[in-house]
Every structure is written in C-alpha cells, then in structure tokens.
T-cell receptor
Framework: AQTVTQSQPEMSVQEAETVTLSCTYD???????LFWYKQPPSRQMILVIR??????QNATENRFSVNFQKAAKSFSLKISDSQLGDAAMYFC????????????FGAGTILRVKS | SQTIHQWPATLVQPVGSPLSLECTVE??????LYWYRQAAGRGLQLLFY??????ISSEVPQNLSASRPQDRQFILSSKKLLLSDSGFYLC?????????????FGSGTQLSVL
C-alpha cells in the first residue's frame, strides 16, 4: 500500500526567509500525482501545488516550488519569502489510478512564521 | 463557479446518540464525493467516497455510514456515536477523470463526542 511520510512535525521560519518541508512516499507505481495542501487555522484545506510524476520539471506556483526526486521518492516543498499568512499545517498527498485515485495524506507539518 | 457547503461547523454529541452530517456541492454535476476524518494533530483518513448516486465505497470498517441520495448531496451518518468518532470531518469533491482530478474541500465539521 502507498504511504506518505512527513518527518517534520513542526517547522519555524523567519518572515521573508525560505523554508523547506520534507515529504517521502512509498509506491511501486510509475504514474501518479503528488500534492501539497495547506490547512490554515480556519481548518479549510487549500491546494498549494501539484506535481505529475511523469514530468521531470519541478512545479512552481509563485513563492511555492517543489523538489521532486522520483528515484528517491521525495517531494519537498519550498516556500520563499515566507509571509505570516503562510503559517498553517501543510499536508503532502499522493494519488494514483492504481490506488483508485484516492488521496493518501501524510501526517502533516505545522509551519510557524516568526515576525 | 463551484461551491461546497458542509454543516454544521461544530457539533457536540453524547455517546450513543445518532449523527448526520450533510455536504452539498453546487455548480457541477456528477462530482466524485469524499468524506475524510482528521484526528487531532494527525493527517486525513479517507472514510468514504462516491462516484455516483447510491454508489458508496467504504475505506475502513467503522461505526459510520455514508449515503448519496442526490447527485450533489453526500451524508455521513451513525446510529450510535462512540468516543472514538470524535474528530474533524471534511467533505470534498473532485472533477475530472483519472489522475488529473483536483480535490476541493469543504470547511469541515468539528465533532466532539462526550
């Protein structure tokens, strides 16, 4: 079964600096999607960024980018120029057709942003 | 534009009481619908998903059930709540096919069973 591991329960970053959140996953599939979701204190889940496994180029969305290492099964999220509004719980997630297209989530990383 | 409504936002129920959480989606047709649960300080666990009216798949054996009486309505129920049913419940919908689909979440229901 596919599993997603986030080894950092909590991270802190100074405002305007850069932080990287780690995620590893376990799968035998070659075709899948990886996601980072943000859950602010409002508890709503917000899609931050998505990466297709067949694409070698790392996805970017404004200040958010990923480092996708397929061979290593690693999918880290880099947040540049951190803002106070970035403070939230961040979840890494995996989906594949072989898994019925169901999202499998990691346990999450709490990100605190210091002013 | 599509919207998803989930209610109530918070709920406190005694052990052994019934439960009904409702989720509706607007602005789309035949969406895939999901119920997730988030235990305190933990990730999301998929409970149920539905690809159409009356079609429900259960991911884990539990005290809960789900129903989809209408295309854009998804209901999470229990006949008798247990303490372990406490948690944050999120409804979600997705569009698209295959692995291209994106998941959109509701605002969640915080359930406390006492």
């Amino acid at each position: 079964a596919q599993t997603v591991t986030q080894s950092q329960p909590e991270m802190s970053v100074q405002e305007a600096e850069t932080v990287t959140l780690s995620c590893t996953y376990d799968t035998s599939e070659s075709d899948y999607y990886l996601f980072w979701y943000k859950q602010p204190p409002s508890r709503q889940m917000i899609l931050v960024i998505r990466q297709e496994a067949y694409k070698q180029q790392n996805a970017t969305e404004n200040r958010f980018s990923v480092n996708f290492q397929k061979a290593a099964k690693s999918f880290s999220l880099k947040i540049s120029d951190s803002q106070l509004g970035d403070a939230a719980m961040y979840f890494c997630a995996y989906r594949s057709a072989a898994n019925g297209n169901k999202l499998v989530f990691g346990a999450g990383t709490i990100l605190r942003v210091k002013s | 534009s599509q919207t998803i409504h989930q209610w109530p936002a918070t709920l406190v129920q005694p052990v052994g009481s019934p439960l009904s959480l409702e989720c509706t989606v607007e602005g789309t047709s035949n969406p895939n619908l999901y119920w997730y649960r988030q235990a305190a300080g933990r990730g999301l666990q998929l409970l149920f998903y539905s690809v159409g009216i009356g079609q429900i798949s259960s991911e884990v054996p539990q005290n809960l059930s789900a129903s989809r009486p209408q295309d854009r309505q998804f209901i999470l129920s229990s006949k008798k709540l247990l303490l372990s049913d406490s948690g944050f419940y999120l409804c979600a919908w997705s569009e698209g096919v295959g692995t291209y689909e994106k998941l959109f979440f509701g605002s969640g229901t915080q359930l406390s069973v006492l």
